[in-house]
Protein backbone atom coordinates (compact mmCIF):
# COMPACT_ATOMS: atom_id res chain seq x y z
CA UNK A 1 0.00 0.00 0.00
CA UNK A 2 1.87 3.74 -1.09
CA UNK A 3 0.74 6.50 0.87
CA UNK A 4 -0.07 10.03 0.17
CA UNK A 5 1.46 12.07 2.70
CA UNK A 6 1.49 15.59 3.64
CA UNK A 7 3.92 17.16 5.63
CA UNK A 8 2.85 20.09 7.59
CA UNK A 9 6.38 21.47 8.96
CA UNK A 10 8.17 25.15 8.68
CA UNK A 11 11.66 24.41 9.02
CA UNK A 12 13.07 23.48 5.20
CA UNK A 13 15.88 20.96 6.62
CA UNK A 14 12.85 18.70 8.39
CA UNK A 15 10.48 19.18 5.27
CA UNK A 16 13.67 17.77 3.01
CA UNK A 17 14.67 15.06 5.60
CA UNK A 18 10.96 13.65 5.68
CA UNK A 19 10.62 13.66 2.18
CA UNK A 20 13.51 11.87 1.35
CA UNK A 21 12.72 9.13 3.92
CA UNK A 22 9.04 9.14 3.07
CA UNK A 23 10.09 8.40 -0.78
CA UNK A 24 13.10 5.90 0.21
CA UNK A 25 10.21 3.86 2.02
CA UNK A 26 8.05 3.82 -1.28
CA UNK A 27 5.62 6.09 -0.94
CA UNK A 28 4.65 9.41 -2.17
CA UNK A 29 4.97 13.15 -0.65
CA UNK A 30 1.55 15.24 -1.84
CA UNK A 31 3.06 17.79 -0.80
CA UNK A 32 4.62 19.98 2.02
CA UNK A 33 3.88 23.59 3.40
CA UNK A 34 5.07 25.13 6.64
CA UNK A 35 1.67 26.66 8.05
CA UNK A 36 -1.94 25.76 8.52
CA UNK A 37 -3.63 28.14 5.93
CA UNK A 38 -2.03 26.65 3.58
CA UNK A 39 -1.69 22.83 4.87
CA UNK A 40 -6.23 22.74 5.04
CA UNK A 41 -6.52 25.04 1.28
CA UNK A 42 -4.10 21.85 0.11
CA UNK A 43 -6.25 19.04 1.83
CA UNK A 44 -9.40 20.64 0.06
CA UNK A 45 -8.71 19.83 -3.27
CA UNK A 46 -6.01 16.52 -2.81
CA UNK A 47 -7.04 14.08 -0.04
CA UNK A 48 -3.22 12.55 1.14
CA UNK A 49 -3.67 9.58 3.39
CA UNK A 50 -1.70 10.25 6.24
CA UNK A 51 -0.35 14.00 7.35
CA UNK A 52 2.49 14.52 9.36
CA UNK A 53 2.18 17.95 11.45
CA UNK A 54 4.58 19.80 13.83
CA UNK A 55 3.04 20.70 16.98
CA UNK A 56 4.91 24.10 16.53
CA UNK A 57 4.12 25.26 12.83
CA UNK A 58 3.74 28.45 11.88
CA UNK A 59 -0.16 30.21 11.09
CA UNK A 60 -2.78 31.30 12.90
CA UNK A 61 -3.52 28.11 14.19
CA UNK A 62 -0.52 25.43 15.59
CA UNK A 63 -0.15 22.21 14.88
CA UNK A 64 -2.87 20.64 17.31
CA UNK A 65 -5.26 23.22 16.12
CA UNK A 66 -5.16 22.53 12.46
CA UNK A 67 -5.46 18.82 13.19
CA UNK A 68 -8.80 19.22 15.43
CA UNK A 69 -9.98 20.97 11.93
CA UNK A 70 -8.32 18.30 9.48
CA UNK A 71 -10.51 15.38 11.83
CA UNK A 72 -13.37 17.12 11.80
CA UNK A 73 -13.51 17.86 8.45
CA UNK A 74 -11.69 15.62 6.88
CA UNK A 75 -10.65 12.16 8.91
CA UNK A 76 -7.47 11.81 7.78
CA UNK A 77 -4.67 10.32 9.80
CA UNK A 78 -1.99 12.88 11.89
CA UNK A 79 0.76 11.80 13.16
CA UNK A 80 2.55 15.17 15.39
CA UNK A 81 6.28 15.98 15.33
CA UNK A 82 7.64 17.56 18.31
CA UNK A 83 10.71 18.71 19.93
CA UNK A 84 8.35 20.17 22.43
CA UNK A 85 8.66 17.71 25.75
CA UNK A 86 6.05 20.02 27.71
CA UNK A 87 3.42 17.71 29.21
CA UNK A 88 0.43 19.87 28.86
CA UNK A 89 1.21 20.38 25.13
CA UNK A 90 1.85 16.74 24.88
CA UNK A 91 -1.69 16.07 26.93
CA UNK A 92 -3.41 18.70 24.14
CA UNK A 93 -2.22 16.60 21.25
CA UNK A 94 -2.73 12.86 22.46
CA UNK A 95 -6.90 14.16 22.75
CA UNK A 96 -6.96 14.69 19.10
CA UNK A 97 -6.68 11.38 18.70
CA UNK A 98 -2.79 11.06 16.78
CA UNK A 99 -1.81 7.72 15.45
CA UNK A 100 1.32 8.50 16.42
CA UNK A 101 3.72 11.03 18.27
CA UNK A 102 7.33 11.79 16.79
CA UNK A 103 9.57 13.36 19.12
CA UNK A 104 12.80 15.48 17.71
CA UNK A 105 15.40 15.08 17.60
CA UNK A 106 14.83 12.42 15.01
CA UNK A 107 17.67 10.90 12.98
CA UNK A 108 16.72 8.55 9.94
CA UNK A 109 16.89 4.95 11.85
CA UNK A 110 14.17 6.10 14.28
CA UNK A 111 12.28 7.79 11.59
CA UNK A 112 12.35 4.89 9.40
CA UNK A 113 11.61 2.63 12.64
CA UNK A 114 8.89 5.27 13.45
CA UNK A 115 7.34 4.69 9.79
CA UNK A 116 6.95 1.35 9.91
CA UNK A 117 4.78 1.65 13.34
CA UNK A 118 2.59 4.14 11.83
CA UNK A 119 2.55 2.89 8.12
CA UNK A 120 1.22 -0.98 10.04
CA UNK A 121 -1.43 0.71 12.36
CA UNK A 122 -2.63 2.33 8.44
CA UNK A 123 -2.63 -0.92 7.01
CA UNK A 124 -4.33 -2.68 10.30
CA UNK A 125 -7.30 0.31 10.21
CA UNK A 126 -8.52 0.10 6.49
Not at 9 to 27: P, R
Not at 64 to 92: A, W
Request: aromatic residues 6%; charged residues 25%; hydrophobic residues 45%.
Amino acid sequence: MQLKVLIIEDNFIIQMFLESIIIDMGHEVANTVDNSEDALAFIEVSKPNLILLDIGISGERDGIETSQIIYERHKIPVVFITGNSDESTLERARRTNPIHIIHKPIDDYKLKSEFEIIFEKLIIAS
